[in-house]
Each structure stands twice: as C-alpha cells, then as structure tokens.
C-alpha cells in the first residue's frame, strides 16, 4: 500500500475546484496527466456527498461537500498530494487578486521573460478554454499572443494563421482598438517578408482605425505607414508612390 501523504487532513477549497475554471486550470500544470475526477453519491438518496480525484500510482483524494468549522474533511494517499495542487491554485489565485480569465495571461509572464516554448504552451492551454467559456475578446487576444510568438520565432506563416483567426473576432466584438493592433502585427509580418502591398493597406487600415478610437499611437503608426510606404518605393520603383 502507498504511504499516505503529508497533506492537511482538512480541505478549505470548494470540493467542486472545477467550478472555477481559473483554479482548475492552474492546478492542472502540476497534476498528473492521467488524472480522474467525480463525485460519490449517497447510497441512498444519490446525491453528491464527496468528490474524489484519483491518478495511476496509487494517488487518491476524497474530499467531503459538508463542512466541519468551514474546513472539509480530506481522505488522501499516495505518492502525489493530489489536493495539495487544489489549494496551492486557489492561494496563488487569491493572491493574485482573483483575476477572471480577461486577466489571467501566464503566456505573457513566460513571453516577457524569453521562455518562447512555456509562452506558448501557457497560451495554447488558455485558448480551449476561452472559447469554452465564451470569451471571445479573451480568445482574440490569446489568438494575437499566439501569432506574437511565432512571429518572433520566425515562422511567419504560422503567426498569419492566427492572426487571421484573430482579425473577425476583433470586429464581430467591435473592439476597435484590438483590430487595429491585429492589423498592425499584419502588416509588420507582411513587411518582413516583403509584400509591401499587403502592409501598406494594413497600415492604412491601422491609422483609420486609430483615428476612431482616438488612439495615442495614431501618429506613431502615420508615420510608420509613410516610412513603410517609402520602403515599397525604394524596393520597387514602379509601385505607387506616397
């Protein structure tokens, strides 16, 4: 038989962790991947009377729906305190000030600090459940994120795919300012890869855009649609001209 683990033998999480998704989601990260979950029903009245997770190895947890002193009481074994991960989310979720899923961006921690490959599995885990949840300006966001990071990766085709996911989302949501970003990283996408065309009429779009929105980037991005538009005239002498 397994060793039982060290964790407390109270819960003080809600025994349904996946009601909140944010919780849930963080938790995942450091369960196994084969983890199960469910409730125990009464024998009687078939009514939920516990949840249990349980993983291969020999990991198990049951956690009563009736509390004890504003604690739940806690059944658990094995090599992985599968709880523990529960209650760690939910303290770094608190901690954090309880953010909703419009503020949770882990893939942007790992992004900023270099670590490409964490970035994207952080934003590809949150993609899934934005959509699950109906966040459509979260999924666009994450869509834009995705496109980020393989932009910087070099792979430019693959950046394209998502930011052309992004693009319609951003206008069936009417987020002005979020598809003038879109169309910004399309048109320096474009521009890397030299089809100045497709970047200068991304741009102009851009600048109309923030022109609407009364936008603080508005002359940055005029300027760069000049700077752009001279690019394509030195690079090509018979595109029009500025």
């Known amino acids: 038989?397994?060793?039982?683990?060290?964790s407390p033998p109270?819960?003080?999480?809600?025994?349904?962790?996946?009601?909140?998704?944010?919780?849930?989601?963080?938790?995942?990260?450091?369960?196994?991947?084969?983890?199960?979950?469910g409730l125990t029903l009464h024998e009687v009245s078939h009514e939920p009377v516990a949840t249990f997770l349980a993983a291969t190895g020999g990991?198990?947890?049951?956690i009563d729906h009736n509390t004890d002193g504003g604690h739940h009481q806690l059944r658990e074994a094995g090599p992985t305190p599968l709880w523990r991960h529960i209650e760690d989310a939910?303290?770094?979720?608190?901690?954090?000030?309880?953010?909703?899923?419009?503020?949770?961006?882990?893939?942007?921690v790992y992004d900023r600090i270099g670590q490409t490959q964490q970035a994207l599995?952080?934003?590809?885990?949150?993609?899934?459940?934005?959509?699950?949840?109906?966040?459509?300006?979260?999924?666009?966001?994450?869509?834009?994120?995705?496109?980020?990071?393989y932009d910087r990766l070099g792979q430019t085709q693959q950046a394209l795919h998502f930011y052309e996911q992004a693009l319609p989302i951003s206008r069936e949501v009417g987020d002005r300012a979020g598809e003038a970003g879109t169309r910004y990283n399309l048109a320096m996408v474009y521009r890397g890869r030299g089809e100045w065309d497709?970047?200068?009429?991304?741009?102009?779009?851009?600048v109309d855009l923030d022109r609407q929105v009364e936008h603080l980037d508005l002359a940055s991005d005029t300027a760069?649609?000049?700077?752009?538009?001279?690019?394509?005239?030195?690079?090509?002498?018979?595109?029009?001209?500025?």
């Not at 038989?1 to 060290?6: A, E, I, K, Y």
């Not at 990991?59 to 049951?62: F, K, L």
């Not at 538009?229 to 090509?236: F, I, K, L, N």
Request: aromatic share 8%.
């Open 90 to 108: 939910h303290q770094l979720w608190a901690g954090a000030g309880r953010p909703g899923w419009e503020r949770l961006n882990l893939g942007g």
């Open 198 to 206: 497709r970047a200068v009429a991304e741009l102009e779009l851009v």
């Open 59 to 62: 990991s198990w947890c049951e």
């Open 1 to 6: 038989m397994s060793p039982p683990s060290t």
């Open 10 to 37: 109270a819960a003080t999480v809600d025994p349904q962790p996946w009601d909140n998704l944010v919780v849930w989601f963080l938790a995942q990260f450091h369960q196994p991947a084969d983890l199960t979950f």
């Open 121 to 149: 599995h952080f934003y590809e885990q949150a993609l899934p459940i934005s959509r699950e949840v109906g966040d459509r300006a979260g999924e666009a966001a994450t869509l834009n994120n995705l496109g980020g990071v």
């Open 224 to 242: 760069l649609l000049e700077q752009v538009r001279q690019e394509r005239a030195h690079s090509d002498p018979g595109s029009p001209g500025p």
